[in-house]
Each structure stands twice: as C-alpha cells, then as structure tokens.
C-alpha cells in the first residue's frame, strides 16, 4: 500500500495536469486512487540550500498554473492542486500547447544564513515575469506594468534579482507570474527558461557578465560580415563622390551600409532591451529600404533600364513592414510573417536571378561575378525565414540558418556565408569598374592632348603683325576644349582675311566640326573668295558632311587702305567703337546648301577700332540668373579683348568666349 501511494505521489508532483486527465479516463481504478491521494495536500517543491559552496542551479520542477491571482504570490496559498512542470522546457510540450496570457510557477527554497548578500539568477521566462519571495516583488524581466509588453534580451542574458536579507535562514515560497505575448504563442520556446540558479549576488552577477560576453559573442559573425559592409560601403560611397553620375555607387553604398545598420540594431536593441513590436518594425522598414537599394545596384550596375521586374521588386519589398503591422493589430502571427517574408525573398531571388541570368549570357561580366553568390545568399535566406516560421509555428527547435561551423561560442551559417559573398563580390565589382575606369581616362587623356592640339590650330596664341593693323584674340572654352574658332589668314593680295566662328556644342565633337571647317575655310581662302562667296561654299561643305549641326560665322576681309568687306552667317555683329555694325544677317552654317550670304562693306578711319565676339560673351549668366547682355557688351566694347573676355567670365560663363579686337594705325597717315 504505501509503495502504491508512493507511485501516486509520484504522479501526482511530477506528471502535468493534461496527463493526468488522459491517464484517468483510461484507469477507472487508478481515478479513484488519485481521489484518495488527493486528501493528502501537498506544498509546492521543496529545494533545500543550507550552505552555498558556489552558485546551485535549481533544477527541480516547478508548481504551475495558467490564469493569473494575486494571491498566488502568497507564502500561504496552497499549491497542491498545481502540475509540476519543467522550466527549462517549454510549455508547448508539456501539455499546454499555444497558450498564452498570464501563468505562475511555483517552487519553496530553503536559504542559508549567509553573511553575504544573495541573488537569484535567472533566465527570461517568455515574454515577461515578475517574481515574488513570500509574496514581495523582489524583480521584474521584461515589462509588466502597466501593461505587459515584450522585451529584446540577450539570448544568453541572466537578470540578477538580489534577495531580501530579511530572508536569509529561512524556507520561503519563490513564485514567478509569467506572460506569455499571443503573437508568439505557439513558438517552440513559449513558457522556457534556463534553470534557475541560487548564490552570492557576487556571484551571480559575475555568472551574468560571463551570459552576457558569451551572448555578444555569439554576434562576432554578423558584426565581422557587418564590418566589411561598412568598408565596401565607405569605398563605394568615395568612388560616387569621384564620379557623380556614377548613381550605381550610391546605392551600392546605400545597400552595404544598410545592412550594416542592421546587423548593429540587431545587437543594439538586445543590449538596450527595445520592446520587441516597436524594434522589429524598425528592422523591417530598414530592410525594405534596403531591399530597394539592392534591386537599384544590380539595376545600375547592368545599366539596365527601369521595367515591370524592377517595380515589382519595389512594391514586394514593402509586404514585411505591413505583415508586421499585421501583428501588432492582431491579423497575424509571427509564424505567418515569417511565411511572408520567405515568399518575398523567394519572389525578389528569383526576378534578380532571371535577370542576371539573361546579363550573364549576353556576356556581361558584373552580372557572372554577381550570379553565384547572390544565388547562394537567395536560397540560405529563404531557408533562414522558413525555418524562422516552424520555429514560431511551434514545429521545430531552431530558427536560425543552416550551420556551416558550430563552436563554443558562436555558430556560422550559410545565410551568413551569402550575405559575405554578395558584399566581396560588389567589392570585385567596385574595383573592376575603377580599373577599367582608370584605363578609360588614361585613353581620354591622350584623347585630350590630341583634343587640344587641335584647339590649338582652331584658336592660333601667335597672330601675324600686319602694317597697320594691330590685331588681339582672347578664347576662354567652358570645357577643356570648345567649339569657337578663329582665324587670321593673309592674303596674296596685301589684304587679311579674319574669320570667327562658333559650333554648336562644346566638347571634342564641336573642336572636331570646327577643324573641319578651318580646313575648307584655308582652303577657299588660298584661292582669293570673297567673304560672301567664301560662305556660300563653306555653307555647302558644311551641309553636305551631315553632321547634324551647325556654325554661326562671321568673315571680313580688311584692306590696307581700311576697307572691310563682311558676310555674316548668323553671328553677333562686330562693334565698331563701341557701336554695333548693322550688317545683312543670313542663316547659320550648315542648315540648308540653298543659302548665299551678302556683303556689307565698311570704310575705317584712322584709330578706329573693331570688335569681333562669340555669343559667350552676351550669353554669361550671373548669380541672380541674369545675362550679360548686349548692353554690357557695347559698353565694354572698346576695351581690349582680354579685358572683354575676363569680364566676361567674371559675370559667370556658361558657354565658350571668344574675342578678337582689330585697331586700325596706317603708317602712312600717321602724324610726324
């Protein structure tokens, strides 16, 4: 008989309230012997501790109940009636799967009479706890007033709750109200903790400090993987301040730096314990951001234009931050958030994959460094979210990635491992393009020199000295090279034939138009044109080569007795001591061959003085937005053409400016 009521007793304290039920339908016999027993009462467990050698973990089972009564805090309340249950496995899977809300453990401990002060050490009990010694709050985890809220911790992290020393000596009644998030409740954690552990609160603490360093190592991996984000990032980010139009640099500054983020508000909101809605949601819109910087740099880098994939991309980003919306109104759970996030990661690998696939085969070679890490990194982390999903659905133990290396401290995995490739390989992709750039300027740099040895026949520094004729050219381009163009030719006949022009544009490709049309202008000046001839022909050149632009030019021939004939093709008129020349204007250059251009002639006298000018001049805009303008122009017309084209550029040059000024001194009018 009493071993019989031993067997009881020991199903009473040790098997859970469910089991029991279950065991009672299928023994009639055995119901009414656990009827008999239960006249007996029976206290809460029972763990004596007279002496402390060291820190005691408490690993007997404890008295629990769901619901939630002030009066269970209570030294005096009879627990008898209570399941015993394991606190270092979760409620779950001791019969009380998917619950949530209040519960309370239950256990008596006999302190020793120490000198020291004493302390419990104990692991969050999920998601919140409150615990009591002879119905004293003596410490809380989490948040429990004013309403229950769930906190980040370390995943190692013990809270010290010291012991009043008031109770040193004596068996008291240490009793824990949990609370337990329904967003979380069918997790394979819910209701877990460590055991308990019972020392020295010196001791103690040190235990925490140890949990604490154990649980930051466990971050080394990301923080490293992080760490190398941040210096891709910083490199990225320097190449775009180099090359502003080079937009695929940002983001591909955007994105390293981002995840970098991540991983540091990861570690942050654990160490400072953010309430864990509030913290993931910030996580979530940081990823969804950061999401759409990733499709913009594979989009940037392939030089691939916006298209319906793009934006499909965008908008599935988007789908996390409102699931965890979802959660916090009480739409969703976590399992099923996690069920979200790891379809949109399939979703967005598998639009990225298709078109780096399709880049890859028209041989572009981002596109094959990129490939097989960002499919290593899609697949791990859609399987790091799927198991994340099992793992709050309550069907597995795990929720982190596949592990590649498990240690003492810190575990490695292939999630991990992608995330680290993807950063290398845009770090490959970031020094292929700046060698590649670099070898680009090289060749732009010699193109350059050729460039501006060409200016150099298009804008001539040494200028004939003419008898009577003092002749001046400035030529300040807006870009390394321009389009303006000038030229001083003599003629056979005594005379000197001067000639200005502008090409529309700037750059290279102008300089290359204006050469051509230096060319056909010596051309037809070696055989004696006119000025209004000349640019007729020079007009059907120029019509003919289908360059598609054109060229304002001006032509004067000046006699040595100061007769100047002059045909304009839609160039600004010259000033003539500081008033403008009305001359018969034509079309520009190389507009339609159908043109002829008339002639205006023009007598000087002695000490008159012309001025020849680019449109650089009327056309420089200042500060407020204002131009130059043609009265400015005149009344600084007579000055020389360095001072005209400095004051110019002063005012704020937008385009190129040329300025070529002719004084006319015969000598022999000149007074003895």
Known sequence: MARAICFLAAIHRTVSLPVQRSLVRKSPLLTMLLAVFSVFPLRAQFIAAPQLGGPITIT????????????????????????????????????????????????????????????LGLNRVRNSAEIYADGKLIGVMGR??????????LPRNIAVVPLPAELYGRT????????????????????????????????????????????LLTYLPDLFVGLVAVVIGQISFGLFFL??????????GLYLLGEALIRGFDLYRHVYELPVYESVLAIESIRACVTICWLFLIWGFMHARTDLLLRAGILLAFWPPLATLLVDWGFATIAEVYVIRAFVALCIGILIFVRLVHWARQGNRDAQVFLVPFLLYSVMDVVRWIRGAFYYAGLSNTY????????????????????????????????????????????LATEMESARQIQAQLVPVDLPHLSGLNIEAAYLPAAEVGGDFYQVLEQGDGSVLLVIGDVCGKGLKAAMTGMLAIGAIRALASQGFDPGWLLTRLNREIARSQNGGFITCICARVCHDGM??????????????????????CLPLGITPEVEYAETNVQLAHGDCLTFLSDG??????????????ERTREISRQSARAIADAAQQFGQE??????????????????
């Open 60 to 119: 007997s089972l404890w008295r629990f109940h769901t619901g939630d009564n002030p009066q269970w805090a209570s030294p005096t309340f009879d627990d008898s009636q209570w399941p015993l249950l394991h606190m270092d496995k979760p409620w779950n899977v001791q019969g009380y799967g998917g619950y949530s809300g209040y519960a309370w453990y239950r256990i008596r401990l006999q302190l020793p009479a120490s000198k020291e002060p004493l302390a």
């Open 144 to 153: 429990m007033q004013p309403a229950p809220d769930w906190l980040n911790s």
């Open 172 to 215: 008291i009644e240490v009793s824990m109200r949990v609370w337990q998030s329904p967003r979380s409740a069918r997790f394979f954690g819910a209701g877990s903790a460590d055991p308990p552990q019972l020392g020295t609160e010196q001791a103690i603490r040190a235990l925490h400090h140890l949990a604490v360093n154990q649980s």
């Open 243 to 252: 090359r502003p139009r080079a937009t695929e640099y940002a983001w591909a």
């Open 400 to 443: 982190s990635g596949l592990e590649l290396y498990r240690g003492a401290y810190f575990t490695v995995t292939w999630d991990r491992v992608g995330f680290l490739l993807c950063f290398l390989a845009i770090g490959a992709v970031l020094v292929r393009r700046f060698t590649h750039s670099a070898e680009q300027e090289q060749r």
């Open 564 to 585: 100047i004939t002059l045909a304009n093709a839609g160039h600004p008129a010259p000033y003539r001591n500081g008033e403008e020349i009305q001359l018969k204007s």
């Open 617 to 630: 001049v009327v056309e420089a805009r200042g500060e407020t937005g204002g131009f130059f303008g043609f």
């Open 655 to 672: 385009d190129d400016i040329t300025v070529l000024t002719l004084s006319f001194t015969p000598l022999d009018v000149v007074p003895a």
